[in-house]
C-alpha cells in the first residue's frame, strides 16, 4: 500500500510509506535474481498420527542406493524387514544428483518438533527429520512431473531388494479391527531357475513370459490392462509346483501370498483379503480344485443345494446369499477389484485340470498353463548336478531309457539321489538305486498288463 501524504504536512515534500507486505513482495523479488533455487521439503512423518511419509522412505532408500558414493558422512541400519546392514546419508549431510542435465542437491535435517503437537504414535523424538530438495526455478516442472516419480519408482525398488521377502498366510476374517488380515514369516526358499528340475526350453519360455511382464508396466497401461499375470501350474503330486512358485518368487524378488480360501467365507472378505497385498507379490492359491466347488456340474449342483435348503430351511430363516462363490473369486482375478495395485502374479495349482471349471482357467484369467509332468532325462541331469555333482556318468545312458518307459516324479527320482554318504562314494550307488525304483515300477507295470490280457 502507498499513502500519499499532503505537502504541507511535511513541510513541502512528498513522503511514500510502503506497507510490510509490498517490503516482502519486493525482498523476496530481489532474493529471487541473488538466489534462483526453488526448494521441496518431504518429512518423514505427515498427518495427525504422525504416519511415515512414503515419498520420504522412498528418498532414503534412492539416496542410499544413487547417492551415497558421493557423501562423506554416512550412517549404516539393520532393520529388521533388512537381510543385510543398509547405508544411507546421514543428518547434516548433502549430496548431489542429477537427472535429465538438471543438477539438484539433497540435504539431510532436523527440526525441532512443536511442543504444542498433538497426541503421536511416532517414537518419542524431539526432532523431525525431513530432507530438503534444492533445484534451480528453470527446472521446476522437470522436478515435479518427472524426478519426483523417478525417486518414488527407484526407492521403492531399492527398498524391496534391500528388504527380507516374506511368506504371507490369510487370517480367519474377524469383527475386531485390531486382528490382521495376514501374518508372514521370513521367505527363504532357496528354490531357483538354475536348481529347478525341468525341461530347458519350456524353462526359458516361463523366465522370458516373467521379463516380460515384469517390465511391463507400459505396455499393460497402453493396452488398458490391469498389470498382472496369471499362471496355472497342473500335474500329478511331486512335480515340482511348489518349487516352481519359489522358484518365480525368487526371481522376481516378490513376496508371496499363501491364500488359502478355506478360511475365506464370503465374497466381501475375498475382497478386503485381496486390497491388503502389496505390489511386487506373487498371489498362490495350492490345490484350487479342493478348496472350493469349481466343477463344470456347478449350476446343477446349485440348484439341487437351493431346493434342497428350500424343503429344510424354517420358514423364518433366511438363505445365506453372502458367501464364498465363484462369481466371487472371478471377480477377484480379473473384476474391477483386480486393477487395484499393479505388478502382482497369481497362481493356481492343481492335481486334476480336468475338474478345473472353463471359466476359471481361460485366457485372461490364467494366462500361461505349465504342465508339471514326470521326470524326463534332461530333468534328471539338473537333479544329478543338483544332488551330486555330475553331469555325465557311464549309468546315463541305462536311466534314459528307462526314463522313457515309465513314469516316475521328480520327487522320488531326487530321493533316490540323495547321498546316503558322501557324495564322492555314493554317486554310482544312488544312480543303480534309481535304476532299482525304475525297474521295479516298469516290472509292475508289465505285470499289470498281463493281468489285464487274461481272459475272465
Request: net charge neutral.
Amino acid at each position: 500500500m502507498i499513502e500519499n501524504w499532503p505537502a504541507s504536512a511535511i513541510g513541502g515534500s512528498f513522503l511514500v510509506v510502503l506497507a510490510p507486505g509490498i517490503l516482502t513482495a519486493v525482498f523476496q523479488k530481489a532474493l529471487s535474481i541473488t538466489f534462483p533455487y526453488d526448494q521441496i521439503t518431504i518429512n518423514q512423518y505427515r498427518g495427525l498420527h504422525m504416519q511415515r511419509d512414503a515419498l520420504y522412505t522412498a528418498a532414503e532408500a534412492y539416496l542410499s542406493k544413487a547417492c551415497s558414493s558421493r557423501a562423506s558422512k554416512l550412517k549404516a541400519e539393520l532393520g529388521k524387514e533388512h537381510d543385510r546392514p543398509v547405508v544411507m546419508i546421514d543428518n547434516d549431510e548433502e549430496v548431489t544428483d542429477t537427472f535429465k542435465g538438471a543438477k539438484v542437491r539433497w540435504y539431510s535435517r532436523k527440526r525441532r518438533a512443536s511442543s504444542t503437537s498433538t497426541i503421536s504414535f511416532q517414537p518419542q523424538d524431539d526432532e523431525r527429520k525431513y530432507y530438503l530438495l534444492t533445484f534451480n526455478k528453470r527446472h521446476r516442472k522437470l522436478i515435479e512431473d518427472e524426478y519426483l516419480e523417478y525417486v518414488l519408482k527407484e526407492g521403492d525398488a531399492a527398498t524391496v531388494s534391500n528388504r527380507k521377502r516374506r511368506l504371507f498366510t490369510n487370517n480367519p476374517i474377524s469383527n475386531s479391527c485390531q486382528s490382521p488380515i495376514w501374518s508372514h514369516v521370513p521367505f527363504e526358499h532357496p528354490s531357483t531357475f538354475e536348481t529347478l528340475a525341468m525341461d530347458p526350453e519350456r524353462k526359458k519360455a516361463i523366465i522370458d513370459d516373467l521379463v516380460m511382464f515384469r517390465d511391463g508396466k507400459e505396455f499393460y497401461k497402453k493396452i488398458g490392462k490391469a498389470w498382472k499375470r496369471g499362471y496355472l501350474l497342473y500335474g500329478p503330486p511331486g512335480t515340482g509346483k511348489s518349487s516352481m512358485i519359489a522358484a518365480i518368487a525368487n526371481f522376481l524378488e516378490y513376496d508371496v501370498y499363501d491364500l488359502e480360501l478355506t478360511a475365506v467365507k464370503t465374497n466381501t472378505d475375498l475382497r478386503q483379503i485381496f486390497t491388503e497385498t502389496t505390489s511386487k507379490s506373487v498371489i498362490v492359491i495350492e490345490d484350487i480344485d479342493c478348496s472350493l466347488d469349481l466343477t463344470n456340474k456347478r449350476k446343477e449342483k446349485k440348484e439341487k443345494d437351493e431346493e434342497a435348503r428350500e424343503i429344510m430351511l424354517p420358514e423364518n430363516v433366511e438363505k445365506d446369499e453372502n458367501m464364498l462363490t465363484l462369481s466371487g473369486l472371478l471377480n477377484f482375478i480379473d473384476g474391477l477389484w483386480s486393477s487395484c495395485g499393479g505388478e502382482r502374479i497369481l497362481i493356481f495349482t492343481t492335481n486334476h485340470l480336468q475338474k478345473l471349471d472353463p471359466a476359471l482357467i481361460r485366457k485372461g484369467r490364467m494366462d500361461m498353463h505349465v504342465e508339471m509332468s514326470y521326470c524326463k532325462f534332461e530333468a534328471f541331469r539338473m537333479l544329478a548336478k543338483n544332488y551330486l555333482g555330475v553331469e555325465d556318468h557311464e549309468l546315463f545312458g541305462i536311466i534314459q531309457t528307462r526314463l522313457d518307459e515309465v513314469n516316475i516324479m521328480p520327487a522320488d527320482v531326487a530321493e533316490e539321489l540323495m547321498p546316503k554318504r558322501s557324495v564322492e562314494d555314493d554317486v554310482g550307488e544312488c544312480l543303480k538305486n534309481l535304476i532299482k525304483v525304475m525297474d521295479d515300477k516298469k516290472k509292475g507295470k508289465d505285470d499289470a498288463a498281463k493281468e489285464k490280457e487274461k481272459p475272465n
